[in-house]
């Protein structure tokens, strides 16, 4: 069973920075795509970001574009998610998933595996 595990989250103003990061158990974690996903109170889980298996094919809802940045280190089993010019509309509990297949989706039942979240809290 696969194990993913946030880290990074934490309370920041708007306008600043948060890192995010995911590790996972195995080794097998480099060989499918891995997202991004946020949930706000009261809303449903949305997709944020997502990267392919090489790394090289990257995606991201409009409302993030231009200020967060995905990336995986196949060789530490880690994806990241690089948090610029934060908005207190970021708010949410992020969650890290993979899944068994290459290619890279927007969409969360595509996902066979889920971290625990980690809170992202900002303020105006």
């Known amino acids: 069973q696969e194990q993913l595990v946030e880290s990074g989250g934490g309370l920041v103003q708007a306008g600043g920075s948060l890192r995010l990061s995911c590790a996972a158990s195995r080794p097998t974690f480099s060989s499918g795509a891995m997202g991004w996903f946020r949930q706000a109170p009261g809303k449903e889980r949305e997709f944020v970001s997502t990267?392919?298996?090489?790394?090289?094919?990257?995606y991201y809802t409009d409302s993030v574009k231009g200020r967060f940045t995905i990336s995986r280190d196949n060789a530490k089993n880690t994806v990241y998610l690089q948090m610029n010019s934060l908005k207190p509309e970021d708010t949410a509990v992020y969650y890290c998933?993979?899944?068994?297949?290459?290619?890279?989706?927007?969409?969360?039942?595509?996902?066979?595996?889920w971290g625990q979240g980690t809170q992202v809290t900002v303020s105006s």
């Open positions: 998933a993979a899944r068994r297949f290459v290619i890279a989706s927007t969409t969360s039942v595509d996902y066979d595996y």
């Open positions: 990267i392919d298996w090489s790394g090289r094919n990257t």
